[in-house]
Each structure stands twice: as structure tokens, then as C-alpha cells.
Nanobody
Framework: VQLVESGGGLVQPGGSLRLSCAAS????????MTWYRQAPGKERELVAT????????NYADSVKGRFTISRDDVKDTVYLQMNSLKPEDTAKYYC?????????WGEGTLVTVSS
């Protein structure tokens, strides 16, 4: 089982990034996918979730209207489009696959929002 995040980097405030998380080794289509983030010195927090088959999504209040989660069940990949980035979005972003009591985590990708 692998979840490999990519797309992080340094971006100026107001800019955009698109994170990707490529999955392998499990039945991606049947798993809900979630992006979490953890800033230095803070607890990990949920950013956005998309159910299996993409029937519904949910976002943290802090990112609503700025971030969009989507999935491609052919490519076994989940995305996080991040627009209007703010310095407080700086964190390591992790993707997570969940089905029933089974959870898989990626290693994360670092996003830094700074001028």
C-alpha cells in the first residue's frame, strides 16, 4: 500500500498550488479520501474529505471557498486545489484513505506560504 503526495512547495500569499496523492496497492475507489495538515507546533487537522465515488465533500471552515478536493478513480489519485493561499495555510499536508476500520497515510508534502 502506498499513498504518495506531491505538489507542495513555496508560494506567495494569494497564490495557488495543486496537491496530488497517488494511491496504489488497495481498492482506491472504495475508500474515502481526506487531506489533513499539520503546522509546526500544532495538532494535525482535517482539511477536506471526499467520499468514495466522490458523492460528497466536506471542508474545514478555514479553507471553505478556497480549497477544492477531487478524485480520479481511473488514476487512483486525489487532488487538493488550493487557491488564495494564506501564510496560515503553511503546513505539511497528508492524504489519508479510510474504509471502515482501515486507514492508510501518506508521508506528506510541505506547503509554505510566504512572501
Amino acid at each position: 500500500v502506498q499513498l504518495v503526495e506531491s505538489g507542495g512547495g513555496l508560494v506567495q500569499p494569494g497564490g495557488s498550488l495543486r496537491l496530488s496523492c497517488a494511491a496504489s496497492g488497495f481498492a482506491f475507489i472504495s475508500y474515502a479520501m481526506t487531506w489533513y495538515r499539520q503546522a509546526p507546533g500544532k495538532e494535525r487537522e482535517l482539511v477536506a474529505t471526499i467520499t468514495s465515488a466522490g458523492r460528497s465533500t466536506n471542508y474545514a471552515d478555514s479553507v471553505k471557498g478556497r480549497f477544492t478536493i477531487s478524485r480520479d478513480d481511473v488514476k487512483d489519485t486525489v487532488y487538493l486545489q488550493m487557491n488564495s493561499l494564506k501564510p496560515e495555510d503553511t503546513a505539511k499536508y497528508y492524504c489519508c484513505a479510510t474504509r471502515s476500520l482501515t486507514t492508510f497515510w501518506g508521508e506528506g508534502t510541505l506547503v509554505t506560504v510566504s512572501s
